[in-house]
């Protein structure tokens, strides 16, 4: 049988902590921070922890980073 591949979108978006959870950036912060407010600017910086949803989802994609 095959090699399981990690999915290379996942790795250039993602980050596995050392207890599993799953880093990420922040949406909506690529274009448009003109109407954005100033909230949300603040709040979208630097990196979340996913929901436990998305990171069953986002693991799926990553076999080797567990």
């Given at each position: 049988?095959?090699?399981?591949?990690?999915?290379?979108?996942?790795?250039?978006?993602?980050?596995?902590?050392?207890?599993?959870?799953?880093?990420?950036?922040?949406?909506g912060?690529?274009?448009?921070?003109?109407?954005?407010?100033?909230?949300?600017?603040?709040?979208?910086?630097?990196?979340?922890?996913?929901?436990?949803?998305?990171?069953?989802?986002?693991?799926k994609?990553?076999?080797?980073?567990?």
């Amino acid at each position: 049988m095959p090699k399981m591949k990690t999915k290379s979108s996942c790795k250039k978006r993602f980050k596995i902590t050392a207890s599993g959870k799953v880093k990420s950036a922040a949406a909506g912060k690529r274009h448009g921070m003109i109407k954005r407010s100033n909230k949300f600017i603040r709040d979208a910086r630097g990196t979340m922890v996913l929901s436990e949803p998305d990171t069953r989802i986002v693991k799926k994609f990553m076999p080797n980073s567990l």
